[in-house]
């Protein structure tokens, strides 16, 4: 590996990976009053750390850490700091898909069946219809059913295997429906042609010969780096770390690790259009299908107004392509428990970024600083970003809360359960999301939905119940049993995640002791 160098410019600090791309002062100076708008901005949004990079014209002209890896102790985000990218991944996904498409092992329009028959959908002509290409634009129209692989102990070729009991939600390539369960199935038919995992394929055909030396595919890979982000939550009124979450399972879909040095080099070879350092690796027209519009986004009012001069959106292969200011820009973000990030790039000024952060929900700032970013290369007067999508973030949380209110005051105080708690434990069953198991335990009714979704059930009204759930990230829902005209208990009603749950064996055991 080339020694670094690192330039101070301007109050910035530019760290690359070789001398020939070393921060060059006059390229920095768009963004000259960059780091006290970020820091500001931190405040504002309190989020603890957070990383950026920008690339113009292959070279990096700005990456630099901010704040804290952790809230309560000292250690400082820098350039090496890993965070999870989670939906970022994508690309990844497609660019490694249209590596096998240079090497004659498929294309884009093959049937997803001629090399994965296991791949069934609810729908058999769906089934035999949907291509590769559909795998990674968004428009099957099937349930977007993200609880296969959320918290559940189930396999990628388990997930694979689940597909079939998704209902349709939309016609086939009628409508944009997000689903990280059809890109997991990208990543088993990658496996399934190479002969190898999609983990080995991104480290072989992506992550080596980039450079990406910190990059890396599942937690268990950064569990002993040092130098990594913790993400955080606001729980319970404070925010506070949070554990990672495993995606092992969704792989494919979003559990790529990185720090804003490995992203750097990632989007100097997409704007490389494949090439990088003088080598190509995969074919410039390859690279650019994966950036070509396949599958429309309306465009809502909150995105209008923190885009200026969108006319179009829309899903690319593992991108989401727009316009922004009259140029064309290619991006994404990724969010889990307890972080978010965006990268965006801009081709026609040769202009790339990546913002990598460790604060989950109520968090736009990533987007903020994009937009000040673009803003500043093309020379516009900006508004207040910041102040923009903090805006947009509040009256969302007003929308939130008026229909909290709404569902609190549709409440019919002073009914009763029509069976004893008792009774409504036992084990319920869905085709594609398997057990739901309700037990009482201590004269309260808990709900466990695969090995890590647990929660209690708090009785609302009639044989509705309020469930609780233990990790707060997820929030609460209303669940609701389901009697049949014979007074007999026949489901569980998860609105909103899962479908009814039927039930399947009678009441449980109870723990602490007889109900009331």
């Given at each position: ?209 980039l450079g990406m030396a910190n990059s890396s595919t599942s937690i268990w890979e950064i569990a002993d780096v040092a130098n990594r982000a913790s993400p955080h939550e606001q729980l319970n009124g404070r925010l506070q770390p949070v554990p990672y979450r ?271």
């Open positions: 590996m080339r020694a670094r160098t690192v330039v101070v410019v301007g109050g910035l600090v530019g760290v690359s990976l070789g001398a020939t791309h070393a921060v060059h002062a006059q390229q920095a100076e768009p963004l000259a009053a960059f780091d006290a708008k970020v820091e500001q901005a931190m405040q504002d949004w309190q989020v603890p750390g957070l990383a950026v990079a920008v690339v113009q014209d292959d070279s990096v002209v700005l990456m630099r850490g901010y704040g804290v890896r952790e809230l309560g102790r000292p250690e400082r985000v820098d350039s090496a700091t890993v965070f999870g990218i989670m939906s970022m991944t994508k690309a990844f996904t497609a660019a490694a898909m249209g590596m096998l498409v240079d090497d004659g092992l498929v294309r884009w329009d093959d049937r997803v069946v001629d090399h994965l028959p296991e791949f069934v959908l609810y729908d058999p002509w769906v089934t035999r219809e949907a291509r590769i290409r559909d795998l990674l634009s968004h428009r099957m129209g099937v349930d977007r059913g993200d609880f296969l692989w959320f918290g559940t102990g189930y396999s990628r070729d388990d997930i694979v295997r689940h597909l079939r009991y998704l209902e349709p939600v939309a016609g086939f390539r009628t409508a944009y429906g997000y689903s990280n369960n059809m890109f997991i199935t990208a990543g088993q038919l990658i496996a399934t042609v190479t002969g190898v995992s999609w983990d080995d394929v991104i480290r072989r055909r992506i992550f080596t010969p495993s995606l092992d399972n969704e792989a494919p879909g979003g559990s790529i690790n990185s720090t804003v040095v490995d992203m750097a080099r990632w989007i100097r070879f997409q704007l490389g259009e494949g090439e990088f350092e003088g080598r190509r690796y995969i074919d410039a027209q390859t690279l650019r299908e994966t950036h070509a519009a396949q599958t429309p986004i309306r465009i809502g009012e909150d995105t209008r107004r923190l885009n200026p001069g969108i006319h179009f959106s829309a899903y690319a292969l593992g991108w989401q392509v727009q316009d922004y200011r009259g140029r064309k820009l290619i991006q994404h973000s990724g969010g889990i428990d307890g972080q978010r990030s965006r990268i965006a790039l801009m081709p026609e000024e040769r202009l790339g970024l990546v913002v990598l952060t460790n604060r989950g929900r109520q968090n736009m700032l990533f987007d903020a600083i994009r937009n000040w970013i673009l803003d500043a290369y093309l020379g516009v007067d900006a508004p207040d970003w910041s102040a923009e999508f903090l805006d947009v973030m509040r009256r969302n949380e007003e929308r939130a809360a008026n229909e909290e209110r709404r569902v609190r005051e549709a409440r019919v105080r002073g009914t009763r359960p029509a069976l004893p708690l008792e009774r409504y434990t036992g084990i319920y069953l869905d085709s594609a999301y398997g057990e739901a198991r309700v037990s009482l335990e201590d004269d309260a009714l808990r709900i466990e939905v695969g090995p890590e979704i647990r929660g209690r059930m708090e009785h609302w009204h009639y044989d509705t119940f309020r469930i609780v759930w233990d990790y707060a990230y997820l929030g609460d829902m209303l669940g609701t049993f389901v009697l049949g005209p014979d007074g007999q208990l026949t489901g569980l009603e998860l609105p909103g995640w899962w479908p009814t749950f039927q039930r399947v064996r009678e009441p449980l055991p109870v723990v602490g002791g007889p109900s009331r």
